[in-house]
T-cell receptor, first 115, second 115 residues
Framework: DVKVTQSSRYLVKRTGEKVFLECVQD?????MFWYRQDPGLGLRLIYFSYDVKMKEKGDIPEGYSVSREKKERFSLILESASTNQTSMYLCASSPTPGTGLYEQYFGPGTRLTVT | AQSVAQPEDQVNVAEGNPLTVKCTYS??????LFWYVQYPNRGLQFLLK??????LVKGSYGFEAEFNKSQTSFHLKKPSALVSDSALYFCAVRARNTGGFKTIFGAGTRLFVKA
């Protein structure tokens, strides 16, 4: 079974702090994604990565950055946390499209509260 | 614009009755369609997908979905609902993006199955 783990289930940070959210997958997937989930808005893509050291902006990248130094690890960074970044953050991974597998595998999520 | 719509915020059904969760989409080209389920305080789990072939696809936990090209729909169905099916369901479509593809998620439909 694919396993995607996230470093924290719950996190409380203060406005202005730098926040790191870590994600690790154990299935050698090339693709990794960060989403935020808010009620009534579904999942919105923040950043994604198709390979080590590669990153692409998603739909809502403002206020976020990412790092992918190793294939299995994809980190989301909030440079200066703000209250409007209070949300559920979901990490996902998927194999390359050439495998015929297009579905994503999700971690349990990190519920971040910025006060 | 490429999009996914889940017209119902909530669906209520009695245990043992059939259930349907609706999804319509708008993408250019052939759609790759997915359903995911999220149980309380958990990440999303993949349920089923349509890539090509038979319009009726079967997935996990007895769920199935029917791809209807003319109506641009991909409704999720189950013949007999269980209380344990109560969860948040997301429809998603793989769509072309600058430089590749991305997955667009609907806003989600909360399913309540009453005993």
């Amino acid at each position: 079974d694919v396993k995607v783990t996230q470093s924290s289930r719950y996190l409380v940070k203060r406005t202005g702090e730098k926040v790191f959210l870590e994600c690790v997958q154990d299935m050698d997937h090339e693709n990794m994604f960060w989403y935020r989930q808010d009620p009534g808005l579904g999942l919105r893509l923040i950043y994604f990565s198709y390979d080590v050291k590669m990153k692409e902006k998603g739909d809502i990248p403002e206020g976020y950055s990412v790092s992918r130094e190793k294939k299995e690890r994809f980190s989301l960074i909030l440079e200066s946390a703000s209250t409007n970044q209070t949300s559920m953050y979901l990490c996902a991974s998927s194999p390359t499209p050439g495998t015929g597998l297009y579905e994503q595998y999700f971690g349990p999520g990190t519920r971040l509260t910025v006060t | 614009a490429q999009s996914v719509a889940q017209p119902e915020d909530q669906v209520n059904v009695a245990e043992g009755n059939p259930l349907t969760v609706k999804c319509t989409y708008s993408v250019s080209g052939n759609p790759y369609l997915f359903w995911y389920v999220q149980y309380p305080n958990r990440g999303l789990q993949f349920l089923l997908k349509y890539i090509t072939g038979d319009n009726l696809v079967k997935g996990s936990y007895g769920f199935e979905a029917e791809f209807n090209k003319s109506q641009t729909s991909f409704h999720l169905k189950k013949p007999s609902a269980l209380v344990s099916d109560s969860a948040l369901y997301f429809c998603a479509v793989r769509a072309r993006n600058t430089g590749g593809f991305k997955t667009i998620f609907g806003a989600g439909t909360r399913l309540f199955v009453k005993a």
